[in-house]
């Protein structure tokens, strides 16, 4: 079974239309989220669906791969109508979507991932050989070097992207959707990924692309779909069009000014002071210190500490060594309840597993890290309900419905949500790691007025990111971490792309640095 | 490229309102069911003794099944709340019998026996609380342990056979199960009392939110500044106290514990808090669900007991039964089209 050959060049199929979406419509309950939407997918092309959170993309892709049925409007596939009862039947006409969060069993095997399901039996018994051997020869079409006995758990989660995509591809993928690929990847494994994508648009794959980042629609997509609140905008070529352009179909206006004007005060008093902390393995000897109303940059690759040294300086890890001070006086801090005292406050990046309850509804959440000021003995619920309204307000949270539940709500809610529940605290310092990850580039600018709005009142943020524009565009200083240690924090015109790649694969380091060896 | 009004994180919604008053009145939509099906079958049933015998039942198991509401919201399970209600119910016959010698077969001594209940039944829940917190084990295994630890423990005071409570402390106790008030059999003025701070513990303080948080995501309640461990073990510990509570009631009922008592109570109190409309991951807990749940239980063993339709002895498997079928339509997935 598992004919991966079927993937040969079609050379008649090229620039052919495979997969259309014809007016299509589609409610949940009363609210419509889609509004006569039509789509043209080719053979061999590489086709981005852009949109803000929210704009619909999601819940197209689900009609078009059978996830979802539409509520009018028609699929067509090979210029023949058909209905995709469920995905099975959508994967059996070779229409396979790889969803944002991965769908890999994390305890079994690569290979027995791949065929989870289809196992290809002899007799009675399955036949490991043939699917190991079957596995191999997928993953060696990738270029991917993976074992096909390894874990899916001991794997990064580029190399289980690309178990997704042999997966796919054993199904006979003819049509593979992915949604936003790149949220979760970095930079090298996004070239890697970009690679495998080219090499099956070669093949004859139309693959149909999510995502709002527009260097990469810029980089992969040979055409643009473009959604807002439900609609179809505009499909154009992108070799057309200027990222400004996409951005403005997007968001429907000219973004003004993406970030806020910074005027931080050089002079301004020492508010958070890190002196020489180390956690064991991973960080070692930082020093810094954060000023009133300033914004520090924490740059540097994945796995140079820097997470660590946060979660060291709230409590949540323990310090082999180190002091900190709050406004010149020393502090101990052991625990995330300890940082809360001493105004300290942590927006983890990991919003659906450490941030929010899914499950529950916004009025939990938002009170739920400041609930000793909604009530010793008994819960004040109408302080809670006042709260909720302020930060709706105050955050430009959109809910439809105030009673649904937090996990329905689209990413760039859910942050606004999360910022706003570590705001309840009123803290003096507030430490964000990657506060736009997966959000749409409307609500980026949103969040980075809001932050740009803290400092104006006072407060000091620490910014970790990996996007090197929020990371420039934002920081006062940026601070460089490789290895575990403070590399160098760039000032002034020391800020930038370069200076900051040097310091973070340590080809250059200490220069400006206070950091004590 | 007009702009339309928004219609953000429209996502996933569910069908609607009747999912959810389904949801909160399935429990006791089924109670009434069972009332009338219970008055169909023999008028003595909605007789004052019989439903006063119904309630004084269900007590002892609604009391437990009150506390396990806070273990299992928080995401925990307790295994050994019927070894621990033996446990307690041994240790106070043993020590209130030979307290007779000093202090005699009076009040004092049933005090003392049941300060002793109390203490014992906190401590308990502790023990299951800390070892499952700051060891990190599965509080499955560690009340499955602690389980097979009480019950030996009652065996061996008991010597394998029944611990009897002195006759004369009987005569004082007694009037703790079989007494009234107004006609209300005192065991259901506590079952009602306990229910009811049950409920301003769990939906009106900020301990009982803590319970849903942690149970809903454990990782999120710790980065909410969160005191996890403490706030799981206090739940236990409000179990163990639910446990001495019902245990004070049962003893004087037959004044007498062994190794049979309180088998498988454990698995009627989860049973009442499912039935109930609590979600045995965690996350989400009623203690009116799990006061109906109770209820529901005794009730099906009373009206197997009035009728020769079916066996007393199949009692187990329509309750089984029950629980199976409670839980498929609370889940409400029956109705839903299948949706990912």
Redesign the interface.
């Known amino acids: 079974m598992s004919d991966t050959a079927a993937h040969a060049v079609k050379p008649d199929a090229e620039g052919r239309v495979r997969l259309s979406g014809r007016k299509i419509c589609k409610s949940f309950g009363l609210a419509q989220v889609l509004f006569d939407v039509s789509i043209d997918l080719h053979a061999g092309e590489v086709h981005a669906l852009l949109g803000e959170n929210g704009a619909g993309k999601s819940t197209l892709v689900k009609i078009l791969s059978g996830y979802h049925q539409p509520s009018s409007g028609e699929l067509i596939l090979d210029q023949k109508p058909v209905t995709f009862d469920d995905s099975e039947v959508g994967e059996a006409h070779g229409v396979i979507l790889i969803h944002q969060e991965l769908n890999l069993a994390e305890q079994l095997t690569v290979e027995e991932n791949i065929f989870l399901g289809r196992e290809i039996k002899r007799g009675w018994f399955l036949d490991k050989a043939a699917m190991r051997a079957e596995a191999k020869k997928l993953l060696d079409q990738l270029q991917c070097d993976i074992d096909p006995r390894t874990r899916i758990r001991d794997l990064a989660v580029s190399d289980r992207q690309m178990v997704e995509i042999a997966k796919a591809l054993s199904k006979k993928a003819d049509i593979l959707i992915l949604d936003e690929p790149t949220a979760v990847l970095t930079g090298r494994e996004v070239d890697i990924l970009f690679d495998q994508i080219k090499r099956l648009r070669a093949q004859g794959v139309g693959i149909l692309y999510i995502s709002h980042k527009l260097d990469e629609i810029k980089a992969i997509a040979d055409r643009v779909t473009v959604l807002r609140d439900g609609q179809h905008i505009a499909t154009e070529t992108v070799a057309e069009l200027e990222k400004d352009d996409m951005a403005r179909l997007m968001v429907g206006r000219d973004i003004q000014q993406m970030f806020p004007d910074r005027h931080a005060d050089d002079g301004a008093e020492i508010a958070l002071s890190v002196r020489d902390v180390s956690v064991d393995g991973l960080v070692r000897d930082a020093s810094f210190d954060l000023r009133r109303g300033e914004v520090l940059g924490f740059a540097g690759i994945v796995g140079a500490g820097r997470t660590a040294l946060m979660e060291a300086i709230i409590g949540l890890r323990e310090r082999s060594s180190g002091q900190i001070e709050r406004n010149g006086e020393p502090v101990k801090i052991t625990s995330l309840q300890d940082a809360k005292k001493c105004g300290i406050a942590y927006l983890t990046k990991d919003r659906k597993g450490s941030g929010l309850l899914l499950n529950m509804d916004m009025r939990p959440n938002l009170t739920l890290l400041a609930l000793e000021k909604f009530g010793r003995v008994f819960l004040n619920r109408k302080a809670e309900e006042d709260a909720l309204e302020t930060a709706i307000e105050a955050f430009d949270i959109r809910a439809a419905d105030r009673k649904s539940k937090v996990g329905d709500f689209s990413g760039g809610n859910q942050q606004k949500l999360l910022l706003a529940k570590v705001m309840e605290t009123d803290p003096d310092i507030v430490i964000i790691d990657e506060p736009t990850r997966g959000i749409d580039i409307g609500t980026k600018s949103q969040i980075y007025h809001f932050i740009g709005d803290l400092t104006d009142r006072g407060k000091s943020v620490i910014l970790l990111s990996s996007e090197m524009p929020e990371m420039l565009g934002l920081s006062d200083r940026i601070a460089v971490m490789a290895g575990g240690r403070i590399t160098g924090i760039l000032v002034g015109d020391g800020r930038n792309e370069h200076e900051i790649m040097r310091h973070a694969t340590g080809i250059s380091g200490k220069q400006g640095a206070s950091v004590h060896e | 490229?007009s702009?339309?009004?928004?219609?953000?994180?429209?996502?996933?919604?569910t069908?609607?309102g009747f999912n959810i008053d389904f949801k909160a009145l399935g429990p006791f939509l089924a109670l009434v069911g069972l009332f009338i099906l219970g008055t169909l079958i023999n008028e003595a049933f909605l007789s004052g003794g019989n439903l006063s015998n119904i309630f004084t039942r269900a007590a002892f198991i609604g009391i437990i099944a009150v506390g396990a509401t806070f273990v299992i919201t928080a995401g925990g399970i307790d295994l050994s709340v019927g070894s621990m209600a033996a446990f307690i119910s041994g240790a106070m016959i043993v020590v209130m019998n030979g307290l007779v010698a000093t202090l005699g077969a009076g009040v004092e001594t049933v005090l003392l026996g049941i300060l002793l209940s109390v203490v014992l039944g906190i401590g308990a829940g502790a023990v299951n609380g800390l070892v499952s917190t700051k060891g990190k084990i599965e509080a499955f295994i560690v009340t499955l342990g602690t389980m097979g630890i009480y019950r030996s423990l009652v065996t061996y005071m008991a010597d394998g056979g029944t611990l009897s409570l002195d006759f004369d402390i009987r005569g004082v106790y007694r009037p703790v199960y079989y007494g009234d008030v107004m006609g209300i059999p005192i065991p259901v003025l506590v079952f009602f009392a306990v229910a009811v701070a049950g409920y301003?513990l769990l939906n009106?303080?900020?301990f009982g939110?803590?319970c849903?948080?942690i149970g809903?995501?454990e990782?999120?309640?710790?980065?909410?500044?969160?005191?996890v461990d403490r706030v799981k073990t206090l739940t236990y510990v409000i179990q163990g106290l639910c446990v001495s509570i019902a245990t004070i009631i049962y003893v004087p009922r037959l004044g007498s514990a062994s190794s049979s008592t309180g088998v498988l109570w454990e698995l009627e109190a989860i049973a009442a808090v499912i039935i109930g409309g609590t979600m045995l991951k965690g996350?989400?807990g009623r203690i009116w669900g799990t006061v109906i749940g109770a209820i529901m239980l005794t009730t099906i063993g009373n009206i197997l007991n009035l009728t020769d339709a079916i066996s007393n002895y199949l009692n187990g498997a329509v309750q089984g039964l029950i629980i199976i079928v409670a839980v498929f339509l609370q889940r409400g997935d029956w109705r839903r089209k299948?949706?990912?």
């Open positions: 490229m702009s339309v009004e928004r219609n953000e994180a429209p996502t996933k919604k069908s609607g301003v009106m303080t900020p939110r803590k849903f948080a809903s995501n990782q999120v309640a710790r980065y909410s500044a969160i005191h996350g989400y299948k949706s990912k």
